[in-house]
């Protein structure tokens, strides 16, 4: 095999366990949200969720999406950041992305949605293949 195909080989590897454990991701956002669902406000319970899901995904993506070998306390705290912050940003872009679609261009709330969620996981997985976890 030559080493274009290697290289395809591990971005659709890198791809499918992005996928993976976005989707684990997601089970741990609902399972937290539900775990406190009847001692919390939902507002301060979808935050918590947030942030816990935000960890994991963090941690499983360093660790098994892009292998990143950075230990050095300085650099892993640079990397939790800018994961953060990408998240956020990544966040606020669904938001806007949605009023414009629901409320400006007037489509389904669902169908948009779906689409949003497509444009939000690239960017996601963009950001931190470039900016994150960069070698």
Known sequence: MNFQGL???KNNKEIILYILFGVLTTFVNITTFLLFETLLNYKVNNIIAFIISIYFAYITNKLYVFKSRKTASKYVMLELINFFISRIVTF???ILLMILLVEIL????????FFVNIIVIVLNY?????????N
Not at 107 to 113: A, E, G, R
Not at 127 to 133: G, L, T
């Open 126 to 134: 963009i950001i931190s293949k470039r900016v994150v976890f960069k």
């Open 7 to 9: 290289m395809t080989m």
């Open 92 to 94: 606020l872009i669904d």
């Open 106 to 113: 007037d489509i389904n709330s669902l169908q948009s949605k």
